[in-house]
């Protein structure tokens, strides 16, 4: 087989182009357990080869650890700076929440001598749900755009996970002052009520990141980490549709991600790989349905047949758990 193609999207007004994989690099923080600094490199190098070149990291992640490891593999790697596109956060850090312009001020230059980078291309302000959303359109998006003018970051990002939060935060910031939005768990084959804000993100040139479409583990077959906020009803009902799929001679996991990926709406879908193995996994995924439509079909037929196998389990548990409204 040759080198896979993976496809490179457009992320919003940015002129950025991402590969519509990208690497998340939460596991590097030893988030899902633990990454050898070998594996963590392996995987790094794979993905590049495959032609991933968007990388999510945060100071959040693994208490710093996530940012310190990829600084450390791109550096061993020789990576070009102008064949990565990097993207870090702001506000969410191992002790707490701090949106105050002071914290992210600092926040940026600690980021970036871990990262061994004179700038990132974006800077996201983590989890914004967490604190005072006047505060971010006041004081927060604010100090981020006199970053950009210093040249430290080149785009402003918000994440978090209510949707709601970033039409909040869009309608009430100058046009043009937030470049891009990372949204999380709400477009995979559980929950894909991310589509209903991409009209409205169209309409004001605001790009589209999508992450966790294995919602952080759930839709794998090993199962999500301890930490993990689901209910046992949904951990039950998605570990049913895991043997489900494997009865079928289907993984969950390349299911989940072919569904994502078929979005050209969502610029690129952010995967947590922690092995080279998976890096492998997210982008074959991907060049099968670059060179197959008749992949693409067959993920349809089983997507039927997976939304089929559990539909009378998640018809319970949909009421505790939000992420199964859109199956049922
Ligand atoms: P994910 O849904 O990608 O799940 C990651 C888990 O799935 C890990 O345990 C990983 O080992 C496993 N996995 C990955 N590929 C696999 C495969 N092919 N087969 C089996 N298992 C596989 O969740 P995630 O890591 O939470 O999200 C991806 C990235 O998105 C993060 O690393 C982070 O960069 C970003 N993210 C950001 C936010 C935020 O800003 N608020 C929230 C969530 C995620």
């Known amino acids: 087989m040759g080198k896979p193609v993976l496809e490179r999207?457009?992320?919003?007004?940015?002129?950025?182009?991402l590969s519509c994989v990208g690497f998340g690099c939460a596991p590097l923080g030893?988030?899902?357990?633990?990454?050898?600094?070998?594996?963590?490199?392996?995987?790094?190098?794979?993905?590049?080869?495959?032609?991933?070149?968007?990388?999510?990291?945060?100071?959040?992640?693994?208490?710093?650890?996530?940012?310190?490891?990829?600084?450390?593999?791109f550096h061993k790697l020789g990576v070009?700076?102008?064949?990565?596109?990097?993207?870090?956060?702001?506000?969410?850090?191992?002790?707490?929440?701090?949106?105050?312009?002071e914290r992210v001020?600092?926040?940026?230059?600690?980021?970036?001598?871990?990262?061994?980078l004179d700038f990132v291309d974006i800077l996201q302000c983590h989890d914004i749900e967490f604190g005072s959303l006047d505060q971010i359109v006041n004081e927060t998006i604010p100090a981020l755009q006199k970053l950009k003018a210093a040249g430290k970051i080149r785009f402003i990002g918000i994440t978090g996970l209510p949707l709601d939060i970033f039409t909040y935060?869009?309608?009430?910031?100058?046009?043009?002052?937030?470049?891009?939005?990372l949204s999380y768990c709400h477009y995979g084959i559980n929950d894909s009520t991310l589509m209903d804000l991409i009209p409205y993100l169209k309409s004001v040139g605001v790009g589209a990141i999508s992450a966790s479409p294995l919602a952080m583990g759930?839709?794998?077959?090993?199962?999500?980490?301890?930490?993990?906020?689901a209910s046992n009803e949904l951990m039950y009902a998605c570990r049913v549709a895991s043997l489900h799929c494997k009865a079928k001679g289907k993984n969950i996991s390349k299911l989940s991600l072919q569904y994502s990926l078929r979005n050209k709406d969502i610029s690129t879908v952010l995967v947590g790989m922690n092995s080279v193995a998976q890096?492998?996994?997210?982008?074959?995924?991907?060049?099968?349905?670059?060179?197959?439509?008749?992949?693409?079909?067959?993920?349809?037929?089983?997507?039927?047949e997976f939304t089929s196998g559990i539909t009378s389990i998640l018809k319970k548990v949909k009421t505790i758990f939000p992420w199964c409204l859109n199956v049922v």
């Open 9 to 17: 999207r457009e992320l919003g007004s940015t002129g950025l182009k």
């Open 30 to 73: 030893n988030v899902f357990g633990d990454v050898s600094p070998d594996e963590a490199l392996a995987s790094v190098r794979r993905a590049l080869d495959l032609g991933i070149n968007f990388f999510d990291t945060s100071p959040y992640y693994g208490a710093t650890l996530s940012e310190k490891v990829l600084g450390d593999c």
């Open 80 to 101: 070009s700076r102008n064949n990565i596109v990097v993207s870090t956060k702001c506000g969410r850090y191992a002790d707490g929440f701090d949106f105050s312009a």
């Open 105 to 116: 001020t600092r926040s940026i230059d600690e980021s970036l001598a871990r990262l061994r």
């Open 169 to 181: 935060v869009l309608d009430r910031v100058p046009p043009g002052s937030v470049d891009v939005i």
């Open 218 to 229: 759930l839709l794998t077959d090993s199962g999500p980490p301890d930490w993990h906020p």
């Open 279 to 304: 890096s492998n996994s997210a982008v074959t995924v991907n060049a099968k349905l670059a060179s197959s439509l008749t992949i693409a079909e067959q993920s349809c037929w089983c997507f039927r």
